[in-house]
């Protein structure tokens, strides 16, 4: 139980261009869910955490108009990068959790690794 | 907000042997904190997790210990076999609704054959 998909694995996109990341629970309901960015050998970095109907809260420094961040439904979430750059090349992670306190257990996708030329 | 530091970034062990990381926190609030364990081109997946109401917990071969005085937890894998080789992640976060996990910065783990 408790798995996170995401979709697609892997994008290669031109500069300027916009590409879309689905988050998916499959077999639980994610009140909150989570989007991070990690940069070779490092930790990963919050950029935002969404509840499902409401807006997106972004962590300082991240632009929430180039990265949008749609929170539908209890088992979707998706990430949009805004006109790529290849500064916006790296491996994206969403996380999903089930219930409402920040002591329920986060669960992670498998990445989407993203390249810009 | 939470400062979580990891010890040692890179680890080597034979296999066979223990192994060792640690980790401290700064915000005495935190009660929860999970240790995550990512292989190359992956997501994290949880490997196990310890709330403040407990000192220590153990699944198989690996055991987290937590010391709230000290504000340091500890996972501990013995027994090591090479598909433990990944980067461990520890991380600790509180049970306010919207609170977010505050990560370590990570180990590298090696076993060696």
């Known amino acids: 139980g408790a798995v996170v998909s995401q979709h697609p694995s892997r994008v290669i996109c031109k500069s300027g261009t916009s590409v879309k990341i689905e988050c998916r629970s499959l077999?639980?309901?994610?009140?909150?869910m989570f989007w991070y960015r990690q940069f070779p050998k490092q930790s990963l970095m919050l950029m935002a955490t969404?509840?499902?109907?409401?807006?997106?809260?972004?962590e300082q420094g991240v632009e929430k108009d180039k990265f949008l961040i749609n929170h539908a439904s209890l088992t979707l979430s998706t990430l949009t990068v805004t006109s790529a750059h290849p500064e916006d090349s790296s491996f994206y992670i969403c996380?999903?959790?089930?219930?409402?306190?920040?002591?329920?257990?986060?669960?992670f996708g498998p990445g989407t690794r993203l390249t810009v030329l | 907000g939470e400062n979580v530091e990891q010890h040692p970034s890179t680890l080597s062990v034979q296999e066979g042997d223990s192994a060792v990381i640690k980790c401290t926190y700064s915000d005495s609030a935190s009660n929860y904190f999970p240790w995550y364990k990512q292989e190359l081109g992956k997501g994290p997946q949880l490997i196990i997790d310890?709330?403040?109401?407990?000192g220590e917990k153990k699944d198989q071969r690996i055991a987290v210990t937590l010391n709230k005085t000290a504000k340091h937890f500890s996972l501990h894998i013995t027994e090591t076999q090479p598909e433990d080789s990944a980067v461990y992640f520890c991380?600790?976060?509180?049970?306010?609704?919207?609170?977010?996990?505050?990560f370590g910065t990570g180990t590298r783990l090696t076993i060696i054959p």
């Open positions: 969404s509840n499902e109907g409401s807006k997106a809260t972004y």
């Open positions: 310890i709330r403040s109401n407990v």
């Open positions: 991380a600790a976060t509180t049970n306010f609704g919207n609170e977010k996990l505050t």
């Open positions: 996380s999903a959790r089930p219930g409402t306190s920040g002591t329920d257990t986060q669960y």
């Open positions: 077999d639980f309901q994610a009140t909150t």
